[in-house]
């Protein structure tokens, strides 16, 4: 499942130059585009993200709407540091407790 994540987020069709916030803004305006006929904003739950890009961190995750399973959330999020993050970019995802409208969340390194 993991490695379906992965590959949906290799074939987002976003330009491989754009930067890593520009990538997830890109993201979140493609699951909300998904519903365009819905009254909520979400209904099918988006991504959540929190980056610090000068740092190399992030807090990455799914809100509490989102249906897909956590491997699948956490290789998107994997592939999308990879693909849209520094060249040297080797993400370490670890578990971490959701807060708010969190279904499940990492703290992400770089």
Do not use: C
Not at 29 to 34: F, G, L, R
Not at 73 to 86: D, E, Q
Request: charged letters at 30%; hydrophobic letters at 30%; a negative charge.
């Amino acid at each position: 499942m993991k490695q379906g994540g992965e590959a949906s987020a290799q074939t987002l069709p976003y330009s491989d130059d754009i930067s890593l916030e520009e990538a997830y803004d890109k993201l979140d305006k493609t699951v909300q585009e998904v519903y365009q006929d819905s009254d909520m904003k979400y209904p099918g739950g988006r991504y959540t993200y929190d980056l610090d890009t000068a740092a190399r961190e992030a807090r990455l995750g799914a809100d509490k709407n989102w249906a897909l399973p956590k491997p699948f959330v956490k290789g998107v999020h994997t592939r999308m540091i990879n693909r849209f993050g520094p060249t040297d970019a080797n993400p370490h995802l670890e578990e971490s407790e959701p807060e708010g409208d969190e279904k499940f969340v990492w703290e992400v390194t770089w």
